[in-house]
Every structure is written in C-alpha cells, then in structure tokens.
C-alpha cells in the first residue's frame, strides 16, 4: 500500500471529485457517512457524544457525524472551539443545513468543554474533530487548552482522520499539545506518522476507512513510501524452478556464535534454513563443530582457527550472501577478522548485533561494507551508529543519507521496522507484535534475509520479504490465542507456514 502526504491526499480528493463529477461537500458527506458506520459498531447508542470541532474540514466532518449520530438517535453535543464555527466553506454549508436546522446544541469556547462534557449522561465518549491533515502549525492558545483537556479526561476519544496536534511533517519540529486518541478511525489510507514509535500513544487503536477515492487516482505521483503488505510480498516472490537440485537455490553463510553465546549461531542458521536457500555454511568457533552438527545436522561447518570466538576467515568460494554478528562478541581479535572479511568478500553481507556494534566502535569501517549489503539495528543500535535525531522522520532522513552515500541497505527494527534502501527509498512493515521481542528474534531474522539474498533475491527486496514474513510469522503464533510464550527456537515453524500462506495466496 502506498502511504502519501498531507498534499497529495488533498489532491486525491479533488481528483474524485473531478472523476466522479461530484462536489467536495458531497464527498466530505460520504466521508462521514463512513465515519459514523465504523464509530456505532465500537460506541452503541447507549454513549452519548461530545463531537469536538475546529475550524477546517476536519471540524465539517465533525458536524456532520454529529447531525448523523442524532438521527440516529445518539445524545449528541458540540463544542465549537473557533467563535464563529468554522472558517471552511464546505463545513459552513453543513452547519447551515444540518445543525442549524436540527436540535443539536452547540457550545463554544471559551465556556469550559469539561462543563459541556458534564451535562452528557454517562457512558460517554468524544469525538476529537478539531484538526485533520491541515494542521499547518503547533496548537496554541484556546486549541492547546481543548486538546489538554481531552488528555486529561478517562472517557474514550475518537479521533476524526488525525489525532488532532499531530503534525503529518507539515512543519518541522513538533512542540504543541497532541491529542491522545483512543481510537483513530483515519480516511482511505494511514497517515506515515501513524506508524512511528513515538506517535504509538497518540494513535490508539487504528481503523482505515476507505471512502472510496478514485481508484489509481495518484497514479504517476511519487508516494512517500510503501507500507509493506501481503500484496506487496506476493507480487515479489520469484516462482520455485520446476527442475532444481541444492545448487539452485544458492549458498549462505552465518558466521555467528562465541563462547557462551552459541544460541545466537544456531538460530540464525535455524532462520536461514527457514528461508530455503539450497547450502548453509556456518563458520564457528572450532570447539563447537560437535555441538553444531548435533543441534542443525543439516548445516555444513567451518571452523575457526580460535575456540572461542571468530579470528579467521572461512573459505567463501561460491558463497553469495554472509549473515554475521549475533552472538558473535567484540574481542579485538574478532573485529580484526571482521575488518578483514568486509575489505575480501565482495557479495551482500548482513551485518547485525555484535558487527553493528563493532562498527559503531570503528564508523571509518563502514566504506569497507561490501555495496547492497544490510544493516539491522534496532533503534538503540541506529543512534548509537549514527547519532542521536530529534524524531523518526530526522532518523530517516539520515538513514536515507547513509545508505546512497555507502551504497547499503538499513532496516530500523522496531514495532513497524523502517527499510531505507540504498537508492533512497523506504518501506514501512505492516507485520508483527510483542511475542517477537526476545532475545533471539533478530537471530533468526538475519539468516532469513542471507538465506532469501542466496536465494537470488536482490538486497532490498530479501530485506522487504524477510521482515514481513519474520512479522508474519509471529501472527501467526499469536493468532492461536497466545501472545506471550511464543519459544524463538520453534519460529522457524511458523515461518514455514507463513510460506505456506504465500503460496496459498499467490496461487489464488
Ligand atoms: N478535502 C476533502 O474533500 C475532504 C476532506 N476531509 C477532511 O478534511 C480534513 C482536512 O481539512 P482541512 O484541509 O480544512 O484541514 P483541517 O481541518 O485539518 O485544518 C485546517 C484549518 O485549520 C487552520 N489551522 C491549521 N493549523 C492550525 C493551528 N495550529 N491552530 C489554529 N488553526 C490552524 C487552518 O488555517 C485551516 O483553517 C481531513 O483531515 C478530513 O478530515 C474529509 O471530509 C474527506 C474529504
Ligand atoms: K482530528
């Protein structure tokens, strides 16, 4: 799904408009209606509503899911915060023919909204249509005060297209209040900003409303970037070859493991068989080479010169993507070795845990990174690596920066982990939940995406597929009823039937 910005949405819009030869009043109209269908399945007629609204079309939604919810038979309020209603002609238009004409009382700023609020007959709920995607600037003044209000009440808030406060990028630095929604129930399309980790808190609960804007209708614009879907997997799958033996689907190596952190070696390795490329090589520390043939008896071994720890390079001869650094350790000895690899192998490498770390300690080594390799920090790993940014969009931005510049791919691991390929562009995952966040995870996740490169897959789309299908994978697990004890050694199971899914849908 293509996520686009404030202006191009507006765009949209007015494109529907055109196509369908219908007003834009008619459209905010249907927008409502949509609205207010998503908003009684979660609040029944028994809440009564304070619809919060302001001076643009956001606040024209707002009057007219009002009116709607009254005929509806809801006790409906509205507490207006600019003095004379609105400043949109399309909301004007509705506030002469639907409120003015109905019986729904209408309160203004400055008399207190919690007064208003006071008169409503419990269970009750408000719905915040203050400021949508037109928000230009930070909330101040008597908008600051209504918002800090909403914040401070326990009853639930439903948030029209946008927690009102919330910036879109439309200016720089946000400082101003926020509303804290409970749920938000956004038209068409999310918001980008809906997906970053600090907007977690203000977003509640997130419903996409389609309402129905011409189809294709952006067709030809650049989007901001693209939330990664099934669809989007689907249609970047490469077909299995009919007449294929091991050497068909590529040769992987995981250099991972040290001394006590040997789990690390064996669930990425248990990741990259997970991702079917047809050879794993895993190259450890030479007293383990027992332990790793017992543990994944389908592994080839190369052993290190050390018995702790990796100290010297493995053979690479037809080896067409490495996966390094979980559990792998940071004794000098170690980054030496790793420093080397970088400068003589020249195919993709995956670089996480211990090998970003040791590169944070030595960031004049990242133009050894061979071109189109990858990089997985979490968000702690990034900042330490590059530096500290003000919010998500700066750290994108940077990484953006990065990655042409070094001529790499970073993902930013995180509840929707961000991918910043090395052209520029980025993605947005759609997969996944807390029963991933273990020790281990990132393990398993780093030989998937070095097993999908050995595949045949190109960086950035291996790096696209093995997030989705890693989130997937925990869904799935969660899908059955349990989002707590989801066991890291069995995910490689359900990233077997996350295939399985994918072939299911591809052959659909
Ligand atoms: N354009 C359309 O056809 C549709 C628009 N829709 C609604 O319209 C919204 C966008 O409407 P608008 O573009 O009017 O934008 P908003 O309603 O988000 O706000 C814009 C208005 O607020 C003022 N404003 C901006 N920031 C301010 C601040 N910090 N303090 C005080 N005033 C501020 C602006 O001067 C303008 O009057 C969407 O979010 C959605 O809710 C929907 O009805 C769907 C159809
Ligand atoms: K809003």
Redesign the pocket.
């Known amino acids: 799904m293509k996520l686009w910005s404030p202006t191009q949405i507006?765009e949209w819009?007015?494109i529907t408009?055109r196509t369908e030869g219908i007003t834009?009043i008619e459209?905010?109209y249907r927008?409502?209606s949509k609205w207010v269908q998503s908003f009684t399945k979660y609040y029944p007629k028994r809440f009564s509503v304070l619809v919060v609204v302001?001076?643009?079309?956001?606040?024209?939604?707002g009057l007219v899911i009002a009116s709607l919810l009254y005929e509806l038979g809801y006790t409906v309020k509205i507490y207006a915060v600019h003095p004379s209603v609105t400043?949109?002609d399309?909301a004007l238009f509705y506030y002469h023919e639907l409120v003015e004409k109905s019986k729904i009382e209408i309160c203004y700023f400055p008399q207190s909204p919690q007064d208003v609020f006071m008169t409503l007959s419990s269970p009750s709920v408000v719905v915040d249509?203050l400021?949508?995607?037109?928000?230009?600037?930070?909330?101040?003044?008597a908008?600051q005060e209504v918002v800090e209000w909403m914040n401070r009440i326990v009853e639930p808030i439903v948030s029209?297209?946008?927690p009102s406060?919330l910036s879109l990028r439309n200016f720089k630095k946000q400082s101003?209040s926020i509303v804290q929604a409970t749920h938000t129930f956004t038209?068409e399309v999310p918001k980008v900003d809906f997906f970053f980790p600090e907007n977690a808190p203000l977003i509640g609960e997130l419903c996409t409303i389609p309402?129905g804007l011409t189809e294709n209708g952006l067709d030809g614009e650049t989007p901001i970037c693209e939330y990664i879907t099934i669809s989007w997997i689907t249609s970047h799958l490469i077909a299995p070859k009919r007449y294929s033996h091991k050497g068909t689907y590529g040769h992987a190596m995981i250099i991972a493991g040290s001394e006590g952190m040997m789990g690390a070696s064996i669930l990425a390795c248990k990741g990259a068989l997970s991702g079917g490329c047809g050879l794993i090589t895993t190259h450890i520390p030479n007293s383990y080479e027992t332990l790793i043939h017992q543990s994944v008896p389908e592994l080839l071994v190369s052993s290190d010169e050390s018995n702790q720890c990796f100290s010297s390079l493995p053979k690479m001869d037809g080896i067409k993507a490495i996966g390094i650094g979980p559990g792998l350790g940071q004794s000098a000895i170690t980054q030496e070795a790793l420093y080397l690899l970088m400068r003589k192998y020249h195919y993709p490498m995956v670089l996480d845990a211990d090998a970003l770390n040791i590169l944070s300690d030595n960031p004049d080594w990242l133009i050894e990174i061979p071109g189109n390799s990858i990089l997985t920090p979490h968000l702690k790993e990034f900042d330490r690596l590059f530096g500290t940014s003000f919010d998500t969009w700066e750290r994108i931005e940077k990484a953006k920066r990065i990655a042409i510049f070094y001529r790499i791919n970073i993902l930013i691991k995180g509840k929707n982990s961000i991918i910043v390929d090395r052209y520029g562009s980025w993605s947005i995952n759609s997969s996944g939940n807390s029963v991933l966040s273990k020790g281990g995870s990132g393990d398993v996740l780093t030989g998937l995406i070095t097993s999908l490169i050995a595949r045949g897959y190109r960086a950035e789309v291996a790096l696209r597929l093995g997030v989705w299908i890693h989130g997937k994978a925990g869904d799935v697990f969660a899908a059955q009823g349990d989002n707590v004890s989801l066991n890291i050694s069995t995910l490689p199971t359900y990233i077997g039937r996350v295939w399985e899914l994918l072939q299911n849908s591809s052959s659909k």
């Open positions: 507006l819009d007015l408009c834009s459209l905010m927008a409502a302001g001076p643009g079309n956001n606040g024209g939604d400043k949109s399309d249509a400021f949508g995607i037109g928000l230009s600037r930070n909330i101040r003044g908008y029209v297209d946008v406060g101003g038209f309402i």
